[in-house]
Structure formats: C-alpha cells, structure tokens
C-alpha cells in the first residue's frame, strides 16, 4: 500500500505522492513550469490579436470593393456598346444552339483572379453540360478556355480535350483588335462545326446571366439554309462583286466569331467586377458582425478578470483580519 512520505526542506516539511516513474515525474514538472501562471490574461491578448486581424481583413475588403467599384464603372460603358456588333449577325445567320455538329469547339470564358463569388464556377458548370450533350460516337468536343480559372477547374476531368488556353487575357484593357487577333489564332489551330462561346452577361451589380452563343462554320450555314427554317433567307440575298457565297459565309463567321468573342469577354469582365463587389461588401459586412462578437467576448474576459481579481483581495483581506 502506497503511503504517504516526508521531506524536511529546510524548516518546511513538505508532503510527496507516493513514488512513480522518474519519467513520468519530469514530464509532469515540465508541464507545469510551461503552464502560464495567467490565463485570463492570455486569453484576452489572444481575443486581442484576433480583433486586430479581423480589423485589417476589414480595410482589406473595403478597398478591394472600391477598387471593382471603379472598375466596373470603366468596362459597363463598353460592354453595352459592344452588344451592337453581334446582334446584326444574329439577326442574318441566326443562334441555334441545338443543330447538329460533328465538331464542337465551347469556347469557355472566365478570369484569371478569385474572390468574386460563383462565376467561374457557373462558365465551367455550363461547359461540362454542353460538353456532355454533344457526346456520341461520331462527335468531337475540344476546349478553347479564356482565364486561369476555368483552366484550373477543366484541367482535373477534361485536360485531354484542352486544346488551347489564354491566360492573363484582361491583364492590358481590351479593344477589339487584341480580340480579333486571338480570335483568328483560335480558328487557325481548331477545326469546327460549331463554335460555342459560354460567358456570364452582365445585368446587375448582382445579377449575371450564364449565355451559350453559337458560331456555325461556312459548311453548317450552308447546309441549315438549304434546309430551310431560320437560315432559309439567306437565300434571298444577292452577292456583288466576285466573291461567292462560300467566301462570303467564310468572312462573315470570321467577323462573328470575334464580335460574339468581344462582347463575352467584356460581359464576363463586368460580370466578374459586379460579383467582386457584391462578395466584398458580403466579407465586410461580416467581419463587422465578427469584431462585434469579439468585442462582446473582450469585454467580458476582462470583466471577469477584473472582478476574480477584487474577489481574491476581498478574500485575502478577510482572512488578515480573521
């Protein structure tokens, strides 16, 4: 049976626990000269440092919504503006996004920086879709993705049907001659049926609309017109000059195709800029509520501290008296 033992400590005698292993003993010493003797103090600088984090993330934030504030300002104007260079070719080639194409080329639009909601996300939701619908023995389906984003996101499931990325695409402010010239380079290295251009299209500061365009090669308008419905009129024209009506059809789903490109990518470029508002005003708004919290915790750590400390003088002051 385990009892109890005395050591004399200079005029002290001091009771011991019964004997255990000398490891056990260290380990139990160190713990205690490594325990901090104040609790509450630490644990109201650690609430401390965390209001000072949550203050920098705060400012952090605020500028990052006004700086996309100041930039979506710049691109609306001519985001609207471009609208006007790809609605007269739908007017005369028509948007069928369900004709029957060999070899879909989607065209997926995103961007190259974070931290602005769900929007990359949405193109690349759209474009496994439309991928997947256009599936068959007979049908090829390739990638044409514009921004980091989409390319980080594709790359995991589809990197074998990748066939060109662009990157740091709004890095220098666009015009429509960078986009043309990207343009030509997609149509030199694809061979297509269809062209199919997945883009978010600005509304709102919160609002954006996934939109699929479609771009018929020369051989589909040929065939849809001859067949008649929406492309039938194309009949009726007359061509001048001698050029044929190839040609023609050539030069015209040349010029859509980076007219509908340029109008993706400035409606994307708002679309990012208004979602990057909208999730920063979100991230203020609650790191406020969070140094509200914070705050509330401060104040009652060291109210409590405040008052345990007032209860031991009270305590210490009785028993003096006592």
Known sequence: MAMAVLRREGRRFAPLVSPQPMAALRSSLIAEEQTPQDVRCISTQVVRNRMKSVKSIQKITKAMKMVAASKLRAIQTRAENSRGL???????????????????????????????????????????????????????????????????????????????????????????????VL?????????????????NKFQSVVSFLPTVSTVLSPEIVERESE????????????????????????????FQFSCVLFNAVLENACSEQGARMSAMDSSSRNAGEMLDRLTLTYNRTRQASITTELIEIISGASALKG
Do not use: M
């Open 183 to 199: 343009a030509d380079d997609i149509l030199k290295n694809v061979e297509y049926d269809a062209l199919r251009i997945i883009f």
């Open 86 to 180: 790809w609605q007269p070719f739908t007017a005369l080639l028509g948007d069928i996004p369900s004709v029957d194409a060999k070899k879909n080329v989607i065209v997926t639009v995103s961007s190259d920086k974070g931290l602005c909601g769900g929007i990359n996300s949405t193109s690349v939701k759209i474009s496994k879709a439309v991928h997947k619908l256009n599936s068959g023995p007979d049908k090829e389906r390739k990638y044409v993705i514009l921004g980091e984003k989409a390319k980080a996101q594709l790359v995991r499931d589809s990197k074998k049907d990748i066939e060109i990325t662009i990157t740091e695409l709004q890095k220098n402010p666009l015009n429509y001659t960078q986009v043309a």
């Open 227 to 254: 067949a008649g419905g929406k492309l039938g009129e194309l009949d009726s024209y007359e061509i001048e000059g001698g050029e044929t009506k190839s040609e023609v059809l050539q030069n015209l789903a040349e």
